[in-house]
């Protein structure tokens, strides 16, 4: 069975999406990756669309059903890939309930600020009620500021498992999403490729 990776954050705007899918560009050249994407936005269904239209690609496998579908779908992917990795809707619902109830590892997107924070405890909680492994990861974040080391020292204060790697404020995560792509496959030479290397290897670590 597949190891499956929930991204959650109930805050808009703090990068899930983006991480699900360079998360799987990343792994795809040497692992089976499945996204399913259950946020009602759809854009990781979109992305996928974007990167079907590009031959020579990594394979990935998409899908997006949900409701009652959601549990059998994800049994299905989970027979098939190596990894699967969940985009959640920013609420928590039902099916973001399924989804964490579900992961090996739940994945947390935190801006260097504090209602990214705020906006995480739903996603905690719930995390630790189900007893979850959970990894903050800092996204757009300057190398280093007041306010970043004020998040940091919360978050380690709390004991949560906030992620060495971390992801700057890069355009282009923005251009490589745009071209269906993960920034490895994009702009391997990028600083942004190195960051997002270092993350999939930290996240592989703690799975084992």
Do not use: C, Y
């Amino acid at each position: 069975m597949a190891l499956v990776i929930t991204v959650a954050q109930q805050k808009g705007g703090a990068g899930k999406t983006m991480l699900a899918a360079n998360l799987a560009a990343a792994w795809a050249g040497s692992a089976k990756i499945a996204i399913f994407d259950i946020d009602p936005q759809k854009s990781l269904t979109r992305w996928h669309f974007l990167r079907s239209q590009k031959p020579g690609l990594a394979k990935i496998t998409l899908s997006d059903a949900s409701g009652w579908r959601l549990a059998g779908e994800l049994e299905r992917l989970a027979r098939d890939a190596t990894i699967v990795i969940i985009d959640t809707p920013p609420q928590i619902e039902s099916d973001a309930l399924r989804a964490v109830r579900a992961a090996n590892l739940v994945l947390l997107p935190v801006q260097p600020s504090p209602p990214d924070l705020w906006a995480a405890e739903g996603t905690l909680a719930l995390a630790a009620a189900e007893k979850k492994k959970v990894g903050l990861v800092l996204n757009r974040a300057v190398a280093r500021s007041r306010l970043r080391t004020q998040i940091e020292n919360e978050i380690n204060g709390r004991r949560l498992n906030l992620l060495t790697a971390t992801l700057g404020n890069r355009a282009a995560f923005a251009n490589a999403f745009a071209q269906g792509m993960g920034i490895i496959e994009s702009a391997p030479k990028n600083i942004g490729a190195a960051e997002f290397a270092a993350l999939a290897d930290e996240i592989k670590e703690l799975l084992k």
